[in-house]
């Protein structure tokens, strides 16, 4: 919102900044002076390099496209913790199995009949560990 004072350089930033995180954004400008607001439309439009897309009334609509975000990928980052169910047979015959909500970490695997064994560490070559 642009009030009486115009556009202030803390404005100008909030606009940047909406700009990059949404691409679209409304901004209403408070003053009745219609060639005013028509020069800030367009000031705005090419001090932020966005399109000037629509004009109505107290209401200035500007499009800039996202710039592409980076993907952090982490090395050391670990897959998060997953629930399976496991079903247990009883050694009689008769009775319903019983069924067993586990978590599984990240380190950590589901092994036959239900267990849950934590992966090894791996080996480090005998040069490598001379290095250290």
């Given at each position: 919102?642009?009030?009486?004072?115009?556009?202030?350089?803390?404005?100008s930033?909030?606009?940047?900044?909406?700009?990059?995180?949404?691409?679209?954004?409304?901004v209403?400008?408070?003053?009745?002076d219609?060639?005013?607001?028509?020069?800030?439309?367009?000031?705005?439009?090419?001090?932020?390099?966005?399109a000037?897309?629509?004009?109505?009334?107290?209401?200035?609509?500007f499009?800039?496209?996202?710039?592409?975000?980076?993907?952090?990928?982490?090395?050391?980052k670990?897959p998060?913790?997953?629930?399976?169910?496991?079903?247990?047979?009883?050694?009689?015959?008769?009775?319903?199995?019983?069924?067993?909500?586990?978590?599984?970490?990240?380190?950590?695997?589901?092994?036959?009949?239900?267990?849950?064994?934590?992966?090894?560490?791996?080996?480090?070559?005998?040069?490598?560990?001379?290095?250290?």
């Amino acid at each position: 919102m642009i009030g009486n004072d115009g556009v202030t350089p803390s404005v100008s930033k909030e606009i940047d900044s909406a700009l990059n995180s949404h691409g679209l954004i409304k901004v209403r400008v408070l003053g009745d002076d219609r060639i005013q607001r028509e020069s800030i439309f367009h000031d705005l439009a090419n001090q932020h390099n966005a399109a000037a897309i629509q004009h109505i009334g107290k209401l200035l609509v500007f499009w800039r496209p996202q710039p592409e975000k980076e993907k952090k990928s982490d090395q050391e980052k670990m897959p998060g913790p997953r629930e399976f169910k496991v079903l247990k047979y009883s050694s009689r015959g008769g009775q319903r199995p019983e069924m067993k909500r586990v978590t599984i970490l990240g380190n950590q695997r589901l092994a036959a009949g239900g267990q849950v064994k934590r992966a090894k560490p791996k080996q480090k070559s005998i040069k490598k560990k001379n290095q250290i």
